[in-house]
């Protein structure tokens, strides 16, 4: 029998897909338009061989409707929906993407980010919102705690005692301490402690804390829509 030749082509590939986040810097906070999407580059890669993860520190996964994977000409881009200005948007997000190609080579990539427009929120201790508001004979420390996706610049941080019309600049770790905790993926939770002395004569008093944070809100709990006006006499 005459022999037939035969061929068989294949294809080497030792290269891992290459994931490339635009449009966000990591570990960034961001306060404008946030326009988010992630490259996927390989020529060998299919849609069911990439997995997208996104999550917030408050929201939890929020994967389902974060965007919408495209095939383009090199693989495929992920483009992420609007993140609407909204509170309930200002977070600190995880995007985790995982990728395998036809040859099996893997490639992770992951983006931490936040996003903060609205700035501090303020919550009193319970010791604190006992006086609030009212009267009294004994003065106390006051406790306020400010809440922030982003670090708060510490070095722009003014406290202030207003005593009837008489206004004082507090002195870290004389008049005050700070304590911070949070962070690496959680919200900044900074504990402001502003001693009773402070607090010694007979008048009417109101406590203002001054803050920028990283994403350069400025902030500040004696604005009304903070819900954190601190008054007591």
Not at 42 to 68: C, H, L, M, Y
Not at 147 to 153: E, G, P, R, V, Y
Request: proline share 1%; with cysteine; glycine share 6%.
């Amino acid at each position: 029998n005459a022999f037939d030749g035969y061929s068989e082509s294949f294809t080497v590939d030792r290269t891992a897909p290459e994931i490339i986040f635009d449009g966000v810097k990591d570990r960034s906070a961001n306060n404008g338009e946030v326009n988010l999407s992630v490259f996927i580059r390989d020529e060998n890669i299919t849609s069911d061989r990439i997995s997208i993860k996104v999550t917030g520190a408050n929201q939890g996964e929020i994967t389902e409707n974060a965007g919408i994977l495209e095939r383009v000409s090199d693989g495929y881009v992920f483009r992420f929906s609007e993140f609407t200005k909204e509170k309930k948007t200002d977070d600190i997000y995880t995007v985790t993407v995982n990728a395998e190609d036809s040859a099996e080579n893997k490639s992770t990539g992951t983006l931490v980010f936040s996003i903060n427009r609205f700035g501090s929120t303020y919550v009193f201790d319970d010791s604190t919102l006992i006086i609030a508001n009212s009267y009294i004979n004994k003065p106390s420390d006051v406790v306020l705690h400010e809440i922030n996706a982003d670090t708060i610049l510490m070095e722009k941080t003014i406290i202030q005692v207003i005593k009837d019309s008489e206004i004082t600049e507090l002195k870290k770790d004389r008049d005050y301490t700070v304590r911070c905790t949070g962070g690496n993926g959680s919200w900044y939770d900074y504990q402001y402690t502003i001693n009773a002395e402070n607090f010694e004569d007979d008048a009417a008093y109101q406590v203002v804390i001054l803050t920028e944070d990283a994403a350069g809100n400025r902030n500040a709990n004696s604005v009304e829509e903070k819900s954190a006006v601190l008054k007591f006499g």
